[in-house]
């Protein structure tokens, strides 16, 4: 069903607090139990791959179970790999932390703090990243570049985000013991003395041009941003308790999918601000696609719907033929009350795929044209842009009536 587009929410304004960090240790526990099917079950409606907590408490991926058992009211975190695959992590029902998918599956020996969830990143030079609020509150890490307690004390109840650095390294973003949202890693750690809502958490993207971007519900409960392109109040109230999700827009820009205070799911941005008149479950929060995946600017949100079922929800930009909407699509996967999906990224750095080869048919002299302007360069080295295009001009130059073509030419695309 196709829903029509609703602009309307209250403005709140933000108070800020300040104040210090501080340091605490790990501690461990045993493998989890065997997980039981979720009901309902029925191939997912979407282009997008989604983990969750189902209503037995066991992990899925895919639309399988993974046959590990989460602890209640957690959420698992997914990362695509940089080479293929993808890595999953979560607090396993005995409380410690584990990696599940391409490269392993293990419990990491590493105690979490009770009702906090861990984020991983797929790194640029290969492997992943995880970080988490350990037992001690303390902000860890662990994972290819190391493993160790960052010396950062956490807001009990709280998870951090990560983001892999397409030059390498990553940056995380936590709400501090003091409430304010701080920023540690690669590009530094900073205090940014912006206060957090109780019990919420952020949510942290690379941009495609470098730098970061943060989203998160502020002590007012209204919807801010921080971070290289801006900082300020976008004026939205949310859900207290909930957590918004940013995704990068590779033309320029962000989009965050959020709870507002209505219940309903929403999204602002760059590319639209808009009510997707979808019901979310109470105390939930959504996971907004890479907007990269999908060039025509659809933008996809997995979260758990009223009647806590794990749903899709689709804003399509007006076209030539329609004018812009959404819609959404329950996947009949039941999820555990009070929990989030989490979608899986691209990769930080992807690589050139051939798209199309136009052959050589006789007499027929090829333009570039302006959709791939850019002769490639080496196409076994890695790329950033995704979606960006390329082209290798073939068997000879030619004329046209838009200049200088080829005979044959081959389009790739960043992916």
Not at 132 to 160: D, H, K, Y
Not at 209 to 220: D, H, S
Not at 251 to 270: R, V
Not at 337 to 359: C, E, I, Q, R, Y
Request: proline share 5%.
């Amino acid at each position: 069903m196709r829903l029509c587009i609703r602009r309307a929410l209250r403005r709140i304004l933000l108070s800020t607090a300040a104040g210090a960090v501080g340091i605490l240790s790990v501690a461990c526990s045993v493998s989890p139990d065997s997980p039981s099917l979720v009901e309902n079950s029925q191939a997912l409606n979407s282009s997008a791959d989604i983990a969750f907590q189902a209503n037995t408490t066991s992990l899925w991926f895919q639309n399988a179970p993974q046959n590990l058992g989460m602890q209640a009211g957690t959420n698992p975190a997914v990362a695509a790999l940089v080479g293929g695959g993808q890595e999953i992590a979560f607090q396993a029902n005995t409380g410690n932390l584990w990696v599940t998918g391409s490269l392993e599956t293990r419990d990491l020996g590493l105690g979490m703090a009770a009702n906090t969830s861990p984020a991983i990143g797929g790194l640029a030079g290969g492997g992943y990243e995880v970080a988490f609020q350990a037992n001690t509150t303390a902000l860890w890490i662990a994972g290819s570049v190391g493993t160790q307690s960052l010396g950062l004390g956490m807001m009990p109840g709280t998870s951090p985000s990560i983001t892999a650095l397409a030059a390498g390294g990553y940056q995380i973003a936590f709400q501090a013991n003091t409430g304010n949202l701080w920023v540690t890693g690669t590009l530094g750690t900073i205090d940014l003395g912006l206060g957090m809502r109780a019990g919420t958490s952020p949510s942290i993207v690379a941009l495609p041009g470098g730098g970061y971007e943060v989203a998160f519900q502020a002590n007012t409960t209204s919807l801010w941003v921080a971070g290289t392109l801006e900082t300020r109040d976008l004026g939205l109230g949310m859900m207290p308790g909930t957590s918004p999700s940013i995704a990068a827009d590779p033309n320029g820009g962000y989009e965050i999918a959020f709870q507002a205070n209505t219940g309903k799911l929403w999204l602002a941005g760059s590319r639209v601000t808009a009510d997707l008149d979808s019901a979310m479950a109470q105390g939930t929060s959504p996971s907004i696609t890479p907007l990269s995946r999908d060039p025509s600017g659809r933008i996809v949100v997995a979260f758990q719907n009223a009647d806590t079922r794990l749903s899709t929800a689709t804003f399509v930009p007006a076209s030539a033929r329609s004018s812009a909407h959404s819609y959404s699509t329950s996947l009949g996967l039941g999820m555990a009350a009070g929990t989030s999906p989490a979608v899986l990224g691209n990769p930080v750095l992807g690589k050139w795929v051939l798209g199309s080869d136009t052959g050589t048919p006789n007499g027929t002299c090829y333009s570039p044209g302006s959709g791939f302007p850019n002769a490639c360069g080496d196409l076994n080295a890695t790329c950033t842009n995704r979606d960006a295009g390329c082209y290798v001009g073939l068997e000879g130059s030619c004329s046209t009536s838009l200049g200088s073509g080829f005979k044959r030419l081959q389009l790739y695309r960043c992916q």
